[in-house]
């Protein structure tokens, strides 16, 4: 998280833009921002990603040490990751190139809820179970999925994961916009 910090407070800088304006920018409280540039917050995912527009960075800024630089991706080159924070594992299946519109992950969710809150965000989002089961919350809906089970969903509606198992689930996840 430090490493990522640093790396938001850096570029935040370079472009000469101040907390209040990237609060601003982000809907981000500038007292939320202000600890994430000191480590002392985890950041989400969607919150990142409204960090890497206002800045008008790819968000894979600030993964510099994870690239795939061709369309074939070799199971070796997948590298696992995860926020600090979150035990979610992300794992990128797509490679790089200009124009993308879509972001194919394999998702691990551990046991429990993933979020402490439902949240919302342009694009959409499909989601198949590979292993596991997951209790998706779409729109005050909820959904229970077993392996061999998909769910697709504009991202604007408010949604949550949780993995009311034991063990870990994982899932083949396409999303929009591009996050990484």
Known sequence: MEELSKRIRELRTEKKITLKELSEKT??????????????????????KKIADALEAPITTFFEDYKNENYY??????????????????????GEFSGRNIEPLLVTYPPGPTTEKSFSHPGEEFYYVLEGELLFYVDGKEYFLKAGDSIHFPSHLLHSVNNPLEVDAKVLAVVTPVIF
């Open 27 to 48: 809907g981000l409280s500038i007292s939320f921002l202000s600890q994430v540039e000191r480590a002392s917050s985890s950041l989400a995912i969607t919150s990142l």
């Open 73 to 94: 991706v070799k199971k070796e080159e997948q590298k696992p990751f995860q926020l600090k924070g979150s035990g979610v594992v992300y794992t990128r299946l797509g």
